[in-house]
Structure formats: structure tokens, C-alpha cells
């Protein structure tokens, strides 16, 4: 069945699972499906489902090449027992934001997955995705996943991939420029299968390295003739994003459920963003019939996406900012490429001239038409740092509700712009716990700060009387497995050898 292919033209078609297994279109481009939104999902029913139920539907309607019981099998594995919530992405109230007459507002908490960040959620999944993939391809043949991160990718990946049948993970963090909390996280992984190593440099050299490890042909022949081959869990592949369509359906029934909306009610989500694929996965909800109002796009100090919203020119060319909200320090947002297909009607010619712009020169215009249609979708507002603390300590003030700093991005959007005049409700969705960013949080609360990321666990549950997620506060007395530093150049062999553990595992 051929079904997916890339923005940036339909030469090449292929099924979901070989788009899931290369992850990168041949010529650069993203997958994309022309078959979105040709099938709805039946929001009349929404509100009778659980997550996992729902779950089974977007992915049956996105995914058509794997059978229901793999699907089913999929969303048991990812989503049973992983969550500590049994809404698995659960919503929760606070106070109208945005201002008089603001309609209803709610959290909705992405974050209690194994390793308290939203990436969880399509991480837990991804793995499953790739074994059903792989297990059709070559016989016998293993994938190992390389990722360079600069802190939270690293860990959910891990955590997804840790004995996962048929794949092996190495993660490079740049040494000296994560958390102790998100070090920790990484270098106490369990699994046979897992490496991981600190390089000297910062992340844009790591991921530097890590594309010119998937360029590296010899590298690639040596590794084949031992039965491996590279791949990548970034969220550019299709198996990343569409398990995250599934929450804003999940929201939407449980609203239905709490009595806050009607059916057919339209709301209004508040996305923190990065690198655009929380926020696509709202978009492809809508397409699926979701009744979405409006998309905003919140941003932290790196205000590239908001200054392309409003002017049309997307510009990388810019200062970079390190924030309190390091997920979201990205100047290339890989995922908009996806919208900009869709809004454009599926013009390949036009998204391949507008990319191959931003690689020459850094930058690239979208046609005024163009971008009048996207802002009929998609609101935008960004925050500086003075602006995430305070929004932090006001949603606690006014909520008692504490939120992490990618997340308080968002709050203060919401802030700041009106709700959408057809909006029932709005929905802020949290991507991290506060807990991951324990000082930063501490700080914006105006309590005293202790040197230590674990003493200001403590004390922020002391300030507030809510309780870390055990996983983080265990870390501190966790055995840590991987000491490995290494060299940029270094970062090849230490992949190589990594396969060869994987490989002699295997016999
Ligand atoms: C990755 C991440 C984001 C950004 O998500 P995108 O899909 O890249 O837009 C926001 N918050 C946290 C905590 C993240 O880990």
C-alpha cells in the first residue's frame, strides 16, 4: 500500500511503515499522507471512549498498513501501565485566563509518562511502531537509534527504546550542558541495549555529528554486513507525531465527559513549541474533524516561529537565547514544513523552493495568500524570561497550580491574547512537570534557591505541598551505568561498537 510521500514531491510513494522505518524522505522532505482528512474520526461518540480506544481510531485512520491488531497491540504496550494517570494525558480546571469574559480554562498534563515530559507520550509508542515495521523488512536485521539531545529527548527515547525486540539506542548529551536531573535520568537507564556517552562540545556540535554519522556510507556498509542499520527518533517521523493527535481528541472527551463543553463545541488549544510538532498534531486533529477554534503557537525568547506568523518571513538568522525552557531553544523548526504542505493545498513544488531557501540563505517568505490562510488556524505570542517566571508564580498565585517553564511560556500567551470569540474553552497543554525544573520553578516562586537540584525538589515541595513524581526524586541515590565521555570524532566508533554489543546480544 503506498500511501506516504514526501512535502516535497510524489515521486517516491511508500507504505506508513516504511515511512516509519526511514524516517527522512529521500530527497529531504517530510512524509505526508494526501489521505488526511479524506476520513473523520466520529466525534458524536467521543465522549463513550478511553484514551486507548481513541488512541486505536486516529492511529487505524493514519496508519492504514497496520493491521487493527498490531494497532491494538501498539497502544496496550505504550499506554498500559507506563502512565500514572488512568486518563493516561489527563485535563484538569484552572481559573479563566485571558482576561474578562474569558471562557473556560484547562491544563492538560502531557507529562506523566516514565520520564515527566510530553515526549513520552510519542516515545512510548514509537518503539512499538518501528518492531511491526522492522519485522516485515530484512529478516534478522537490528535498528540502532542515534540521538544527539540537549535534555529531554535523550531520556524519553531511552526510556521508549530500553529492550526494545530488534533495536539498540545511543544517546549523546553535550557534557556539562544538561541538568544534573536530566544527566541523572540518562546515565542511570536500565536496558541491554542502551548507550550512553557525554561529548565534549555543545548540542549543535553533537548533532552535527550524529547527521554526519547517518551520512557516512562506509560506516553504513560495516554496520549492514553486521546485520545493523541507523535510525533516527527525532520527531520528524511520522511514527513520533501521530500518536500525539490522539490527546487533543482524549481532551476534547474528557471536557464532553466533565460537562465544561457541548458536543460540537469548538476550543481553543495554547501550544508550547519548539521544533512544531506538538502543535502540527493539533492541526492534524482538526483536519480529522476535531472541532478546533484556533491554534496558538507559543514560543519562549527564540521567537522565530512568532515572528513568521506575523510577518510571513521565517528568518533562523537570528541570535540564539539558552532559556529556562531548553526544549524549546530551536531556531529550525523541522515540522512546520508539514503545515506549510497541508495550508498550501499539497504544493510539493512551492514547500521544495521555500526549503531550499531556508538551506541556502537561512531564510524564506511564504506568499501574502499564503499566510493569511495559515493565520485563520494558527495565533501566535512568545515570552521572555521575566515573563515565564512571572506567569509561574502568578498561575500558582491564582490556582495554587504549579507549571514547569515551557508550559508558563504558554500560560503568559494566553495572558496576553483573548481567547478566539468562538472558543468554549481553552486548553493549555503542559508538556513538562515542574519537577524537571525544579530551580527555575523555586526561583519564579521567589523562594531561597539551594546549589543542589535535588534540595530544590525538596524544598519546592516544601513550599508548595505537592510532591515530585517518584521517578525524578529517586534519581539521587540511582546507580549511575554510564560514565563515557568522548570526542566529537569519537562519536562513530562509539556508535560501532555499541552495534557490535547489539549484535553479539543477538546471537
Ligand atoms: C520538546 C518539548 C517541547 C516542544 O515540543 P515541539 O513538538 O518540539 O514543539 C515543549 N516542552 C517540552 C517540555 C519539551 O520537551
Known sequence: MSLYHSTRSRAHACSAKQAIRTGLAPDGGLFVSDALGTQKVDVDTLADKDYAAIAREVLGLLLPDYTADEIAACVDEAYTGTFASPEVTPVVDIAPVGGEGAPHAHVLELYHGPTSAFKDVALQMLPRLMARAQAGAGAGER???????????????LAGFADAPGCGITVFYPEGKVSRVQELQMTTQAGANVAVAAVRGNFDDAQSAVKRIFADRALADRLASAGVVLSSANSINVGRLVPQVVYYFASYAQLLRAGAIAAGDAVEFCVP???????????????????VERLIVASDKNNVLFDFLTTGVYDRNRPFFTTTSPSMDILISSNLERMLYYVSDGDCELIAGLMADLAETGRFEVPPALLAKIRETFACGWADEDEVAGAIAACWRDNAYLIDPHTACGYHVMEQLPAAPGAAARVLLSTASPYKFPRAVLQALGAEVP????????????????????????????????????????????VESAAQRLEEAAR
Open 451 to 494: 546549589a543542589d537540584d535535588f534540595a530544590c525538589m525538596r524544598a519546592l515541595e516544601e513550599a508548595t505541598g505537592t510532591t515530585a513524581p517518584a521517578q525524578l526524586a529517586a534519581l539521587e541515590a540511582a546507580a549511575v551505568r554510564f560514565a563515557d565521555v568522548v570526542d566529537v570524532p569519537g562519536m562513530g566508533a562509539y
Open 273 to 291: 513549541t519548539g521544533n512544531f510538532g506538538d502543535v502540527l498534531a493539533g492541526y492534524y486533529a482538526k483536519m480529522l474533524g476535531l472541532p
Open 143 to 157: 535498528i540502532m537509534i542515534v540521538t544527539a539531545t540537549s535534555g529531554d529527548t535523550g531520556k524519553a527515547a
